[in-house]
């Protein structure tokens, strides 16, 4: 990049490059439709899949944007499913305010904890957000009076959306309802990781050292985030229970959150699309694997995860930006 | 009144010894290198499987089976070291923790594979089974070997760290690595043998603890976050640290379910947090 | 007589029996060009880490512009404007040398928590941050990763970023370290050409920049101050040949 002293550069035209959609970015959404008209027997695993890449984007903005790796993100997940499974048991089953309700308690937790956990980096932190998500699960597991232990919320109900639309076994509505709710939300972290905070939380993840040196407000900045993430998690969790009519303790489990974080990392961290590109990816195969007993399953994850971190320590994202000298939207 | 106390507090400071046994050996690794080894918890269920196959299968003695499962899993641990390990020194916390967490499912599976999913049987030697009577309190003569066991191997570890050369290099690599390089110490080799100590260790604790808690395919992530707890409560690189919190966190775990079978395991995560928050780098941790 | 801009009182740090900053007491005038100099080990990077708040002192207190900051956060110091660079570059390797700039900019305006307005449409901050790499030399390579950036090029992006928060007293911790005698040049036109209105007390090895820079210079060593003096007292001075050997450079 050269430059004479009589050329101005427009110092904003790479940033403005990064704001517009790519073509790429377009053709992928429209993608998602195809599901109704070529796979309408898949629609209940693509709302699955549409749930998965919404709290894995959720992970991705606390891990791969402000660097905060956390063994424990179903804590929010839970949250979000169980208060829109005790809701619906209790009479009120309206999706839209239950979605509302969910996000809100799972933001609620969010933001108690994130005061635990801004102070702390490393394997304090790691550990931190590990003891929260396996402190809730205990105590779900311990108060089976209201969670239903092992077994699950029994009778949950929800009503048809917007008083039309069932939520039936073909998955149509499922899968309309969670894909324009993950596009939604979406549309909101985009905004987020292209705006100043974004760029704050950029900052944290390339060097937390620095950022109270240039006087950031580290920790408000990373409360903020987790506050954010933990809602965007509750809404997922909402939504499976939405779609599927059930709840237990799997959502609060360590294996969720163990998911999740192989589903960003395949995908790739800090790339926006990582979650929901590495979710599909982990989703079908596990679709397609789902005759084979859960012990071999998680060999296999485990030889993915090493092979990732050996080799492909960006993902499959990553991977490709390598491959693909043209990527014009050189993402962060 | 007195008796149940007592008894309850000796399992729990038994549980505690065999804890610390499992978690020291990362305590005092993660001291010295950094390197988040989540797969710690596979070398403790290594040494278990290891004792239980030559017991079961081979008709070894109990006793001799324990040097068995140290050797075994002080040899895998070191394989991982050569292979994968160090390459990832420099790595950031999350490859760390994704590559060992790789390897723990990796384990598990593997282990569920060969060995079918049921827990493992095992039969200790009569002389080690049953009780012995003290000023009217009933001790199982288990627990009391566990104890006698992991006292010697913390004594042998202050030993060796105080008066060995060897030693001597440890503490200095866990200190300041930098400064410990810069005075021509071999930081590299004396991790490696730390290591593998460690993981052998852990092994060992893995055999003693089939009798105790027994031992099944989900023992290494299970076991994994005990042993995290502990490094992290007790401080990193601190052995002193790892046995005031392994005592810490077996004793709170046995009396908590013991008394309030309600809270679980929910006390310990709690013990955890709350420590953290008051000292982040633990009790005896440096930072 | 007006009030130093940046003062300090027996300030003392000890980590168990290693003494590493003992009575220190500085009274740095408003645009003073202060050197900081020293033997390995004599605390200078130390007293930076306390007077930004990076560590915490053991006693003493530290004023600026008058009020005492002993008890602020380091990141609330910089609001105030005492600010540091780092003599190991601390930069953000992923960030483009314009991004990394205009998060400096966009954390002193106060709107980094705006989660909901784009960045491009701070037009004002951007051109402000490009600006700063112009002065810095850096405008030409401004969208290049800052790990892509030549050694000499971070070290003045280390500036640029101190910059950016309109420091009134800027701390910079050796600035020309690794840097290359025939590159100093655009570091020192860098320093050199800085504000009257910032007070710039500077760390360094290299005496050639000490003496063509410094009004004042401030001589430590083990943990306290020997002595501080105009440049030509200090040069005179037998104490600082014996603890320098001959002010020999760092390598």
Known sequence: ?332 | MIGPFVAVMFDGFAYGMLLFLMSVGLSVTLGMMNFVNLAHGSFAMIGGYVTVTLMNHLGWPFLATLPAAFLVAAVFSVAFERTLFRRLYQATDLDQVLLTIGLVFMSIAAVAYIYGTELQPIHVPDYLRGFVTLWGVNFAVYRLFLVAVALAVSALLVVGLEYTRFGAQVRAAVDNQRMARGLGIDVDRSFAYTFALGSGLAGLGGALAVEIVGLDHSFALVYLVYVLIIVSVGGLGSIAGSLLAAIVIGISDTAGKYYFPYLGAFLIYLVMIIVLMWRPAGLFGRR | MTAPVLATEGLDKSFGSLVVASGIALAVPQGARYALIGPNGAGKTTLINLLTGMLAPDAGTIRLGGQDITGLQPHERVKRGLVRTFQINTLFPHLSALEAVTLAVCERRGFSGTWWRALTAYRQDIDEAYDILVKMMLGADCHRQTRELAYGQQRLLEIALALATRPKVLLLDEPAAGVPREESAELFTAINNLSQDITVLFIEHDMELVFRLASRIIVMVGGSILLEGTPEEIAADPRVREVYLGGARHG
């Open chain 1, 1 to 332: 990049m050269t430059m004479t002293s009589a050329t101005v550069v427009e110092p904003r035209a790479l940033l403005l490059a990064q704001n517009r959609w790519h073509p790429v970015e377009i053709a992928f959404w429209l993608a998602t439709l195809l599901p109704f008209y070529f796979f309408p027997s898949y629609l209940s695993l693509a709302s699955q899949i549409a749930i998965a890449a919404l709290f894995a984007l959720s992970l991705d903005l606390i891990l791969g944007y402000a660097g905060i790796v956390s063994l424990g993100h179903a804590a929010y997940f839970g949250m979000g499913a169980y208060t829109v499974g005790l809701i619906s048991k209790l009479g009120w089953g309206e999706p839209l305010s239950l979605l509302v309700v969910g996000a809100l308690s799972a933001g609620l937790l969010g933001y108690v904890t994130s005061f635990i956990i801004a102070p702390f980096r490393h394997l304090t932190l790691i550990m931190i957000t590990l003891g929260i998500g396996l402190l809730l699960l205990e105590a779900a597991n311990s108060a089976s009076w209201l969670t239903g232990g092992a077994d699950g919320l029994q009778g949950v109900r929800i009503w048809p959306l917007l008083n039309t639309f069932e939520f039936d076994l073909w998955g149509y509505t499922a899968y309309s309802y969670s894909l324009i709710v993950l596009f939604v939300v979406f549309l909101v972290a985009r905004r987020l990781i292209h705006s100043p905070f974004g760029l704050a939380l950029r900052g944290i993840r390339e060097n937390a050292v620095r950022m109270p040196a240039i006087g950031a407000p580290s920790r408000t900045h990373i409360r903020k985030i987790y506050t954010i993430s933990a809602i965007m998690a509750g809404i997922a969790g909402a939504l499976i229970v939405e779609t599927t009519e059930t709840v237990s303790l799997e959502a609060l489990s360590f294996e969720r959150s163990a998911d999740v974080l192989v589903m960003l990392i395949v995908g790739g961290a800090g790339r926006l699309y990582g979650g929901i590109v590495g979710s599909i990816i982990y989703m079908v195969a596990r679709d397609q694997f789902s005759g084979v007993n859960p012990q071999y399953w998680y060999f296999w994850i485990g030889l993915l995860l090493v092979a990732i971190v050996m080799f492909l320590p960006n993902g499959v994202l990553g991977g490709l930006q390598r491959l693909t000298a043209g990527w014009k939207s050189r993402k962060p």
